[in-house]
């Protein structure tokens, strides 16, 4: 019986050694900063923030905080300096998306021509309103909804603030239903 447990020892400690040896040899090597390009993302001297990377990987979008009022601005890491897109942009932080083939850029505007969500072209140029009364908005990965935050009459005076769908952006949305997220606020008696 010993004649035959000694070989099992001597088989099962190789299969172990190549095992062990095969995990060494394959773990990932630890990370050199010299593999990585860095860049800043801060470009200006002025407050940026909600910085989104395009799809593509070629751009970063971001809003900077002017002293009168917060502009849209795009950063190609090609440019050594960022492209103003649009001078006044809502108040809200966070509200840029870019389209999912990384040409066009959405944002919630401010004033009676692109005001609630308006896009442009991340060259620059006019921007054009997608949808109008948009609280807050975000569109989907492959660009086909836009899902906004809206506000619409309630039952008793108040508005009542419900997610709704444009498919595709632009289209008339629809309030998703039933209404999980729907809040009802401030009503008269």
Same mark, same amino acid.
């Given at each position: ?9 001597? $088989? ?23 593999? #990585?390009?860095?860049? !800043? ?14 799809? %593509? ?12 009022? @917060? ?6 890491? %090609?440019? +050594? ?10 108040? @809200?932080?966070? @509200? ?9 850029? #959405? ?6 021509? *692109? =005001? =609630?969500? +308006? ?14 009364? $948009?609280?807050?908005?975000?569109? +989907?990965?492959?660009?086909? @909804? ?5 506000? +619409?009459? =309630?039952?008793?005076? =108040? ?16 309030? #998703?239903?039933?209404?999980? *997220?729907?809040? !009802? ?5």
């Amino acid at each position: 019986a010993s004649q035959i447990f000694w070989p099992a020892i001597a $088989a099962t400690l190789a299969i172990a050694a190549i095992a062990l040896g095969s995990l060494w040899l394959n773990q990932p090597r630890p990370a050199r900063l010299e593999d #990585y390009t860095l860049r !800043p993302f801060a470009f200006t001297r002025a407050q940026e923030h909600s910085g989104v990377w395009s799809p %593509d990987g070629r751009s970063i979008a971001f809003i900077e905080q002017s002293s009168d009022g @917060q502009r849209l601005m795009v950063q190609s890491l %090609d440019s +050594s300096s960022p492209t103003e897109l649009v001078a006044q942009i809502s108040s @809200q932080p966070g @509200q840029i998306a870019w389209s999912a083939d990384s040409n066009r850029i #959405y944002f919630l505007g401010v004033g009676p021509r *692109f =005001g =609630g969500v +308006s896009v442009v072209s991340r060259a620059g140029g006019v921007p054009e309103r997608v949808l109008p009364n $948009a609280n807050f908005f975000h569109i +989907s990965r492959d660009g086909k @909804q836009l899902a906004i935050w809206r506000g +619409s009459p =309630g039952n008793g005076g =108040g508005a009542r603030f419900s997610v709704w769908i444009s498919s595709p952006p632009g289209a008339e949305p629809v309030e #998703y239903t039933p209404a999980p *997220f729907a809040v !009802p606020t401030g009503t008269h008696t």
